[in-house]
């Protein structure tokens, strides 16, 4: 997962405030410009210890770590300076955001205003490097830019729960190279219809689905950074099953849709925490439906897509990097339902598989790109199927196993997904094939 691109400046003085820059503006006159802030940095900053104070002084020719975890950072540049002197600061911790920086420039110029301004920087990942001009302009910075994040999980995955002739709580692992291990035994509360999304950077939880042909649960169990599967933690939400999962806001997930006791279709969602905490149902947004699927896209948003209400659809609602969801967008590509959603190259999704009438199960794809835009049919690789499942696996590939297809029944195959987003066909299933019911899946490191 690539991280936020870059950063905002915001100065302060007593007539308002002037905005100087826009996310991902390197504030330089030229091209030229940030040719030499790479070569200043090649000249040598002397970095300092982590600071994680409220207040701390800059000496020029340093380099500063500012860890925000637990408040924000007032900086106060030096009192004097030469033209040439250069201090650089970087955010530790990726929460600047959260807690930012403010730059209190000690009676000099920054950027041309005085120092009753108030400079301020808030967005996650900012490299931020400042050269003193001279008196005029003072403080200017040649370098304001959020780093990329590389990518902090889905570099192995998971497929668990679902329907044999019984309901299971089996998990497979999935390797850093795709590949599909035995069967391990289940932890949890055996159940179907589930569905499955990555949190907290790092690991993965299960939620919600059926114990029974009547009885719909809320319960979900968390998957460490190890794939460990734990015991059943009591829900929070509306019981049901035949729903949709998918990351956001990097760290976060989202549950949504499916099938209730009090409808065969509902739009509510449920939040989880970047510590895996689900919480209450949040009123929906978009049509009810179940038998949907979801992916990630854009490094922290996502989208559902697809689905059954009383007939097939093929909408799609997109999520914002708050968790909150859009209204009904039209779909492109074929409408159907009992299909997989998945995340590939590091910031992009692609829906896959699934079942439309009346021609069938399906094998056909379509691309999510990393703004949100579903593209067109991709003609389908692999065996046609539906209530299969898919998650991210190397850090930037897909694959989606099981599934059922008629008449063969229940299946273990898997195709795996390039980082370019190509399928691939049908490899030979390891571990319990499931049936007709959907299982669940999602990466974690």
């Avoid at 692609?350 to 079942?355: A, D, L, R, S, T």
């Amino acid at each position: 997962m690539s991280g936020i691109i870059g950063s905002k400046l915001n100065i302060r003085g007593s007539g308002g405030i002037a905005k100087l820059g826009t996310d991902g503006q390197v504030l330089t006159s030229s091209g030229a410009g940030m040719a030499a802030a790479f070569e200043d940095l090649a000249a040598g900053i002397s970095w300092q210890t982590i600071e994680t104070g409220s207040t701390m002084t800059a000496v020029a020719g340093n380099g500063y770590w500012i860890d925000t975890t637990s408040n924000a950072c007032t900086i106060t540049l030096p009192a004097s300076a030469s033209n040439g002197d250069e201090i650089m600061f970087a955010d530790y911790a990726r929460n600047w955001a959260t807690n930012g920086i403010t730059i209190d420039s000690n009676g000099l110029n920054y950027q041309g205003y005085d120092d009753t301004a108030t400079v301020e920087y808030g967005t996650d990942g900012t490299t931020l490097h400042i050269v003193y001009s001279g008196a005029t302009n003072g403080w200017i910075p040649t370098l304001d830019k959020a780093v990329t994040k590389i990518p902090t999980y889905g570099n192995e995955g998971i497929f668990g729960f679902g329907f044999t002739d019984t309901y299971v709580s089996i998990t497979n692992l999935v390797s850093d190279v795709g590949v599909v291990s035995d069967d391990t035994t289940g932890v949890g509360t055996a159940r179907r219809d589930l569905s499955a999304s990555e949190y907290g950077g790092d690991k993965g939880i299960f939620a919600f689905g059926a114990t029974g042909t009547t009885t719909k649960v809320s319960m979900s169990n968390l998957v460490s950074n190890t794939g460990v599967v734990a015991t059943d933690t009591t829900g929070v939400g509306t019981d049901r099953d035949k729903l949709a999962a998918c990351g956001y806001g990097e760290d976060k997930a989202i549950f949504a849709y499916g099938h209730a006791d009090s409808a065969p279709g509902v739009s509510v969602s449920n939040l989880v925490s970047n510590a895996g905490v689900v919480a209450t149902d949040v009123t929906g947004v978009g049509s009810a439906r179940r038998y949907l699927a979801a992916c990630s896209y854009g490094d922290d948003k996502g989208i559902f897509g697809f689905g059954y209400t009383s007939g097939v659809v093929g909408m799609t609602n997109l999520v914002s990097n708050l968790g909150v969801v859009a209204t009904d967008v039209t779909a492109v590509g074929t409408s159907r339902y009992l299909l997989a959603g998945g995340e590939y190259g590091g910031d992009k999704g692609i829906f896959g598989f699934g079942y439309y009438s009346p021609g069938g199960y399906i094998a056909i794809t379509n691309l999510v790109s990393n703004l949100g835009v579903v593209a067109t049919d991709t003609a389908g690789v692999g065996t046609g199927r539906g209530y299969l499942a898919a998650c991210s696996y190397g850090g930037d590939k897909g694959i989606f196993g099981f599934g059922y297809n008629s008449p063969t029944g229940g299946v273990s195959m898997t195709n795996l997904v390039t980082n370019l987003g190509v399928v691939g066909t049908d490899v030979t299933g390891v571990g319990t094939a499931r049936g007709e019911s959907y299982l669940g899946a999602c990466s974690f490191s």
